[in-house]
């Protein structure tokens, strides 16, 4: 679709930090990665972090040349502003048993940490026979938590990000690229 169509979204954007083509050419590479890593035999499950990793999950799951499965995690952090409410929730939990399983964490960002931190205390306790970290975006200036993360698609700066997947106030995922929307859209919003 022209995104000309759709004038009163796109007027928020103040700018692109990550374009479509840079998304498309890292998860490339990123998979890649993940192809030198697992092969059919392992099996993994890629856990989907709901709901901001569904877009990242979707392409690059297309790109992995080994066997593997997809679950879907939904955790809430952010309530409908830009900072952390500072409590996680599984709001929707796994369909399949991870136990003796290959398990990669499919994140969209890693801010503070205490997201992942959770997830991955939470993925000790059922047994899995290994645990790595994929996020398409980090923020290491805002990290409170040391987290490990093995698959890194982008280090950016400490703004608020929306697009590709990750939300505003629940809006803005259908947009195409990484951005950062102005000032007064924030403003406008409520912050929790
Ligand atoms: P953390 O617990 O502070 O690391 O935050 C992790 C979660 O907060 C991510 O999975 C996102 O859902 C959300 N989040 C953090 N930063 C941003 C951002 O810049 N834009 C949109 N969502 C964000």
Do not use: W
Request: with cysteine; aromatic share 8%; net charge negative.
């Amino acid at each position: 679709m022209d995104p000309q169509t759709l004038p009163s979204m796109f007027d928020d954007v103040e700018r692109v930090l990550v374009s479509e083509q840079e998304i498309h050419d890292r998860i490339v590479a990123l998979a890649e990665e993940m192809n030198a890593i697992y092969s059919d035999e392992d099996l993994p499950i890629l856990v989907c972090i709901l709901k901001g990793a569904f877009m990242f999950l979707a392409d690059l799951t297309r790109h992995l040349q080994f066997r593997h499965e997809v679950d879907f995690m939904e955790i809430s952090s952010y309530g409908a502003g830009t900072t952390s409410s500072g409590v996680v929730r599984i709001l929707l939990d796994l369909a399949s048993s991870v136990d003796g399983r290959h398990v990669v964490i499919v994140e969209d960002i890693v801010d503070t940490g205490h997201t992942l931190d959770y997830i991955l205390r939470n993925f000790a306790a059922r047994n899995p026979a290994s645990v790595r970290v994929a996020t398409l975006l980090n923020k290491p200036s805002r990290r409170e938590i040391e987290v490990p993360v093995d698959f890194v698609g982008f280090e950016i700066p400490n703004a608020f990000v929306m697009g590709y997947g990750l939300d505003y106030a629940e809006q803005y995922r259908n947009v195409p690229y990484i951005g950062v929307l102005k000032p007064e859209v924030y403003q406008e919003g409520t912050e929790d």
